[in-house]
């Protein structure tokens, strides 16, 4: 068999197969996230996510509102460098990120069950 031949059956077999997965994956809440940043964050914002008395004073005094702070964390950078990634019983992850044109450090504790935003600052 000609090379034309085997890359015309390669090519419409692998067409075929990215339109029967492309069907099956419509519509659905896929995502790939492969990378340890995107699976820290899907981990932690597949959690309760739980406020500490310091992250309500911040929010408070910044007139910031939960859902941008929620915003915030599900798009933040997470600093591997700052987090304390293999702490028992929770590992802290130090996350940064822009809420209204202000640099914020967000430390988050994430147990088992529930995620805890321990500490917010907003950076100069």
Do not use: W
Request: with cysteine.
């Amino acid at each position: 068999m000609k090379f034309i031949h085997r890359l015309g059956y390669y090519l419409g077999g692998f067409s075929i197969g990215l339109i029967v997965l492309a069907f099956f994956l419509s519509g659905k809440k896929t995502s790939c996230s492969y990378g340890p940043e995107a699976r820290v964050i899907k981990n932690i914002n597949s959690k309760k996510l739980v406020y500490s008395h310091n992250t309500h004073l911040v929010l408070k005094q910044n007139a910031i509102d939960t859902a941008k702070l929620n915003a915030a964390i599900k798009h933040g950078n997470i600093n591997f460098s700052k987090s304390e990634t293999r702490k028992e019983p929770c590992a802290f992850y130090y996350l940064e990120n822009i809420i209204d044109d202000k640099n914020v450090a967000i430390t988050i504790e994430n147990c088992d069950s529930i995620a805890t935003v321990t500490y917010l600052k907003i950076l100069k």
